[in-house]
């Protein structure tokens, strides 16, 4: 696997002086098979006049860079330099960037995630973008603060439903566009495509859906009305706490496989690992870590989603009023009153626990 230069903080602050970022077009196909996709990205951006830095560069990681241009001039594919495409002498005013590139899907959960079940067969798959693997799925000048519009539009096999964060529509021949979302930092994209089995609903005129592969259909079926409750009531909850409305088009709460993570905030297009779909019996404390779950994720609409931290060193802030969030809006507004309790015992001693290790340090750095 081919090395990747991690953006630093001081990269980041250069790049966020000298561009403003509008508009992304992305269009993805996933017809062409296992091992990869086709995705063409169009980057609309301003740069700034008065700098003393002209050059940046925008991240992809392709399996193939087929070509590049700006402003309608090619350029050359071999510049990228491991995940790095420059861009020089950068004029101010408006630029557009075009890249058509190949990439390939991932089976550790980083980028586009693929899994073909093996109960059925079905082959379903879904993105994990955050912190810096947006690279992995479409070009981006990938840091946080440079926000933007994402208009996608992606062709799936037949009998797919594709999600993303803002509502999707069948166009047809397998393609699928969804809404252009309010301004996002690109680590929130997401997609998730595959032959899901959804139950959808409407609340307070926003569209609502649940989704998991299909052969757990029986048992999001047998909770859909309690993962929906939660989600209602969390919700109605979060605008009196708030006093902003939810600031996206629908809310979709996708249950995936082989996840890495418990949960990923994309605006609109929640991800859970899909051991929330219950298979089994299970005790009480583990369905209020699920309504835990959920209410911290819908949390992150407002603050992460909306709100987002500029750069990385903010994320201690951001999980946590999340976390304090999640445990005070699950008691506030469901039957799982006593979540401070879990709190206590679980939380609380998973962070003295880190404290007394070598490893401890300040929250903020500076
Ligand atoms: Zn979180």
Known sequence: MATMSVLTRDEAQTRAQLL??????????LTGGDDTFDSVTVIRFTVRAGQDVTDTFV???????????????????????????????????????????TMRYSRTGEGMHRFTDPTDGETYVYTQL????????????????????FELTVTAPQGWTVLANGMTE??????????????ISTYLVAVAAGPWHSVRTEHRGLPFGIHCRRSLAPHLDADAEEILDITRACFDRYHE????????????QAFVPEFNAGAMENPGLVTFR?????????TDTERQTRAM?????????????????????DIWLNESFAEYMGYQTTAEAT??????????VARKSWGYDADQRPSTHPLAPE
């Open 274 to 282: 899909d051991e929330f779909v219950y298979r089994s019996a299970v």
């Open 20 to 29: 403003d970022v509008h508009h992304y077009t992305v269009a993805l196909d």
């Open 293 to 313: 779950v959920i209410a911290h994720e819908m949390a992150h609409m407002w603050f992460g989603d909306l709100v987002t931290l500029r750069w990385w060193d």
């Open 59 to 101: 991240e992809l990681k392709p399996a193939d860079l087929r070509s590049a241009t700006l402003d309608g001039q090619p350029l050359d594919p071999h510049s990228l330099t491991e995940n790095r495409l420059p861009l020089k002498s950068l004029t101010p005013g408006e630029h557009e960037l075009r890249v058509d590139a």
């Open 130 to 149: 955050f912190m810096e693997d947006v690279q992995r799925v479409f070009a981006a000048f990938d840091q946080p603060d440079l926000k933007a519009v």
């Open 170 to 183: 069948h166009t047809g021949d397998g393609v699928w566009k969804a809404a252009p979302t309010p301004p």
């Open 335 to 344: 039957r799982f009153t006593g979540t401070w309790t879990d709190f206590g």
């Open 241 to 252: 706490k708030f006093d902003e409305p939810y600031p996206f088009d629908s809310y979709d």
